[in-house]
Each structure stands twice: as structure tokens, then as C-alpha cells.
């Protein structure tokens, strides 16, 4: 029975360090939520933190987007000749970015670009000690640091997934009347009559969602940097690969929450 006991040992080991960094993870976002609501707010740092976020992601956003919205169109109809059906191509990119693509892509992005680049530079402030010396000048960190990068996200990522979805039905739009055949103005009117409100709520709901994933591990792993370069590069890969994995976790919960409504 040793061995059964040492196999159970060793499935639970990962398993209960795991249930702790998510506790942690859960009490760090409480926090993050308290410290929201309450007074002081560093309006600086919040106006950086919409420009680093939203406006600086742009064109990663607008060139991911344009290019997957052609190549859906371009698979879409490849896949829909074979049944005679290649009418739905700009239904089905249109509610396929808008619910689907736009917001998980966007997420992406944003993980791979603001999450990074958050932990990266917490990670480093935390080994250098000037997290430490916020804390001297009695600034919370916290407040100074977490807050207004958090509230950026949860601002600007639906904004950046409104303009993503545009652009890539646009991607698909150009693809479909140029490459494919499709009349402009039937096109548009297809892809306008067949994308209801709550898609676009949906869309919105995730890049909120998502926004708030990226810049809260960002934030997370930063503050618990081990010491040394070393330390800042394990926190930003951690970042990264638990921002990606926790988006498409969060958008399979969100979707099946959002298609049962």
C-alpha cells in the first residue's frame, strides 16, 4: 500500500499548491477591489496606465484583428462551398469575432503585451526596493501601483475588443468583396441584420473581464518577484502564462454563462 499512498502524495502535492496560488490570487484581488473604492486615487498614474493600456495597444489589436477577420472569411467560405453554402460568410465572421474571436484575441494580446510588461516592471521595482520605498513615503503600493493599472484594464480592454471586432468584420468585409466576390452594400446589410445587442454585450462583458485577468496577474506576480534578474524573468513568464490560461478558462466560463441567459 506504500505505493498507493506515495502516488496519492504525489497528485495532491501540485494539486494543493495549486488551490493555494489561487487563494492568494483571490485575496490579492479582494484587495485590489477594496483599495478600489477608497480614497486616495492617483489620477496620474490612472491617465498613464489608459494610455499604456488602451491607446499604446492599437495597432497590435487593429493588425491581429484585420488579418483574422480576412482569414475567417477566406476558411469560412473554403468550408462553406463544400455544402453550397458560401452565403454565410459574413454572418458567420461577424458574430464569430464579435462573440468569439474579437474578445479572446484581444485578451490575448493584451497578455502578451500589458501583462508582461506590468509584471516586468513591478518585478523590478520590488528587487530594486522602491516598492519598499513607496512604503517609506507612506504610499501603499497597492493604491500607487495595482489600482490604477487594474481600473485601466477593466476601462479600456472592452474599448480595445469594441475596435478589435469592427476592424476584423472590416478585415472580412475586404476580403469578401475583393477576393470573393461578395456585393459591398449586401454584405454590409448581412453582417448589420444579423448581430443582435446582446452579442455586442457579451463582447464587451469579456474584454472587461479579460482586461482585469490581464493587469491583476500582471500585478500579482510582480509583487511576489524572487530576488535577482532571475526572479523578474520567472514573474513575467508566470504572468504571462497564467493571464493567457485564466482568459480562455474565464471565456469558456463567460460563454457558457452568456449562451444559457
Known amino acids: 500500500m506504500s505505493w498507493f499512498f506515495a502516488l496519492l502524495a504525489a497528485i ?44 499604446f495597444s492599437l495597432p497590435v ?34 458574430i464569430g469575432m464579435v462573440r468569439e474571436l474579437g474578445p479572446v484575441l484581444v485578451g490575448l494580446m493584451i497578455a502578451a503585451r500589458v501583462t508582461s510588461s506590468i509584471a516586468a516592471e513591478t518585478a523590478t521595482m520590488k528587487v530594486t526596493e522602491q516598492i519598499d520605498a513607496l512604503v517609506t513615503l507612506s504610499t501603499h503600493p497597492m493604491k500607487y501601483l495595482t489600482v490604477p493599472r ?7 480592454v472592452p474599448f480595445l475588443v469594441g475596435i478589435g471586432d469592427i476592424i476584423g468584420i472590416l478585415g472580412g468585409y475586404v476580403v469578401g468583396t475583393r477576393s470573393l466576390g ?13 448581430i443582435e445587442t446582446r452579442d455586442v454585450v457579451s463582447s464587451l462583458i469579456k474584454g472587461a473581464a479579460f482586461g482585469f485577468i490581464a493587469t491583476l496577474l500582471g500585478c500579482y506576480h510582480g509583487m511576489n518577484t524572487g530576488r535577482g ?4 524573468g520567472r514573474a513575467t513568464k508566470s504572468a504571462v502564462e ?20
Open 12 to 55: 495532491g502535492r501540485p494539486v494543493t499548491r495549486g488551490l493555494a496560488a489561487l487563494g492568494r490570487l483571490a485575496l490579492f484581488a479582494g484587495q485590489t477591489l477594496g483599495h478600489m473604492l477608497r480614497p486616495p486615487f492617483y489620477f496620474k498614474e490612472i491617465l498613464q496606465s489608459l494610455l499604456n493600456i488602451g491607446y
Open 61 to 94: 489589436v487593429g493588425m491581429t484583428a484585420i488579418f483574422t477577420g480576412g482569414a475567417l472569411a477566406l476558411q469560412i467560405y473554403s468550408g462553406g462551398a463544400r455544402f453550397n453554402a458560401e452565403a454565410v460568410v459574413p454572418q458567420i465572421v461577424a
Open 150 to 156: 487594474v481600473l485601466a484594464g477593466l476601462v479600456m
Open 182 to 194: 461578395f456585393n459591398a452594400s449586401a454584405y454590409l446589410i448581412n453582417t448589420v441584420n444579423f
Open 229 to 232: 534578474a532571475q526572479g523578474v
Open 242 to 261: 497564467s493571464a493567457a490560461i485564466l482568459i480562455l478558462a474565464a471565456n469558456f466560463i463567460l460563454t457558457s454563462i452568456l449562451f444559457s441567459l
